[in-house]
């Protein structure tokens, strides 16, 4: 079992930053990645940051980061729009943009981006 907790999330005027983190415990293994997923509202959840992948809507502007040896993963997010307002999802273990089997993911965090 693996429990993911995000922490981070807030309201920010466009243009502004907010960084998320992630805390994982339980069975991590060094061979997989966690990363991040947003929902909007009314959208389905989507793909945002992995390892060395970013959803192109995102590209330039954010990034994800991680220590390994405190299993924890961070978004920097920069330069943030109205349309990056979603609850953000830490997901684990990802590959190739996609949540794999056995998937967890924490309780979200909401990220909101005023204009």
């Known amino acids: 079992q693996v429990q993911l907790v995000e922490s981070g999330g807030g309201l920010v005027q466009a243009g502004g930053s907010l960084r998320l983190s992630c805390a994982a415990s339980?069975?991590?293994?060094?061979?997989?990645?966690m990363g991040w997923f947003r929902q909007a509202p009314g959208k389905e959840r989507e793909f945002v940051a992995a390892g060395t992948y970013y959803a192109d809507s995102v590209k330039g502007r954010f990034t994800v980061s991680r220590d390994t040896a405190k299993n924890m993963v961070y978004l920097q997010m920069n330069s943030l729009k109205p349309e990056d307002t979603a609850v953000y999802y830490c997901?684990?273990?990802?590959?190739?943009?996609?949540?794999?089997?056995?998937?967890?993911w924490g309780q979200g965090t909401q990220v909101t981006v005023s204009s």
């Open positions: 997901a684990y273990p990802v590959r190739n943009m996609a949540v794999i089997a056995p998937g967890y």
């Open positions: 339980g069975r991590i293994s060094s061979g997989y990645v």
